[in-house]
């Protein structure tokens, strides 16, 4: 999962990407460390209609009240990013592509720092 979450951070990056996949693609950095935090926590979401939502809710669970923030922003990326995916283009703008990298960037940090506390064993 931190080979995924660290591809998509760098290719989210990409300047000749459009600011749509650009977007799209921090988003589902964002998404695999979610997902990162959920399974360290003990838990799974399944991928069922929903799954996003479930697992940007279910991180206050695996966290604890310190990623509210996250979840909320990643909640509203949420539904933009299934306009770009699956109804229209030119949706994001360049600062709400440069914006949502450098958010998934550092809730990646957040979880990594989370990881390294509670299971020092797994420290990347």
Request: charged share 25%; net charge positive.
């Amino acid at each position: 999962m931190r080979a995924l979450v660290a591809r998509d951070l760098a290719d989210a990056g990409i300047a000749g990407l459009s600011a749509d996949r650009r977007f799209a693609t921090a988003y589902n950095a964002a998404l695999q460390a979610v997902h990162m935090a959920i399974a360290f926590a003990g838990y799974r979401v399944t991928a069922k209609t929903g799954h996003h939502k479930v697992s940007f809710h279910s991180m206050k669970l695996a966290l604890g009240a310190g990623a509210d923030k996250y979840a909320d922003y990643f909640e509203t990326c949420r539904r933009k990013r299934n306009v770009i995916d699956y109804t229209r283009s030119h949706v994001a703008t360049d600062t709400e592509a440069k914006e949502i990298l450098e958010k998934a960037t550092e809730f990646y940090d957040v979880v990594e720092a989370w990881i390294d506390a509670k299971f020092p064993s797994l420290k990347r």
